[in-house]
Every structure is written in C-alpha cells, then in structure tokens.
C-alpha cells in the first residue's frame, strides 16, 4: 500500500501561482510513476501531469502545458506540481496518484489521494 497527503492548495488570484505538494508514505515510493489529477463537481477526473519513477520523463495535459511544472525528490518521498499564471479554469480539486507507468486515464492509477481544493478567483 502507498499512502499520499496533498497540500499546497488555496484561493488564488489569476495570474498567481501555487505549489502543490504529495508526501508519500508506504512502499517505495521510487518505484511508482507519479501523477496529478483534478476533477470538479459534475466531472470526470482529468488528467493534468505525470512524472516517471526516475523523475527524467514528464507528460502534461495540452491545457497546462507550459504552465505547470510537475517534479518529485524521491529522498523526500514527495511529488509537486507548481503551477503558475493559475486561470479561473484551473479551479478544481487536485488529487495526487501512484501507478507502475505514466497513463492519462485514471483507471491505471492504483492509489489517490484525498484531494486538495484549488480555487482561481477572476
């Protein structure tokens, strides 16, 4: 079992940046891709960014690119997703998950966390 923590989430301006955090605890944490989620009320759960175990290979959703920076310390036990020039769109709950490989869909991943809210204000 691996267990994940989100932090970092909040009310934000647009225009503003935020940085998303997930501790893992459990099995070794260096053996699983890491991935980032949101989903908000009414919809299905949207990819948003993946790194691989080694942290060299990252995947972002075209709506994020070049916006969020998706990275892990595996000395740490933990994955980020900094996000910056945050849009009224990106309000969503973020949700941090650990699969064997980088997939989109969230079927493939096999553990989540609980979710942290992220809301961008107009």
């Known amino acids: 079992q691996v267990q994940l923590v989100e932090s970092g989430g909040g009310l934000v301006q647009a225009g503003g940046s935020l940085r998303l955090s997930c501790a893992a605890s459990?099995?070794?944490?260096?053996?699983?891709?890491m991935g980032w989620f949101r989903q908000v009320p009414g919809k299905e759960r949207e990819f948003v960014a993946a790194?691989?175990?080694?942290?060299?290979?990252?995947y972002y959703a075209d709506s994020v690119k070049g916006r969020f920076t998706i990275s892990r310390d595996n000395a740490k036990n933990t994955v980020y997703l900094q996000m910056n020039s945050l849009k009224p769109e990106d309000t969503a709950v973020y949700y941090c998950?650990?699969?064997?490989?980088?997939?989109?869909?969230?079927?493939?991943?096999?553990?989540w966390g609980q979710g942290t809210q992220v809301t961008v204000s107009s």
């Open positions: 998950a650990a699969g064997p490989i980088i997939m989109t869909t969230p079927t493939y991943w096999n553990y």
């Open positions: 459990g099995r070794t944490f260096s053996n699983y891709a």
């Open positions: 790194i691989n175990w080694s942290g060299d290979s990252t």
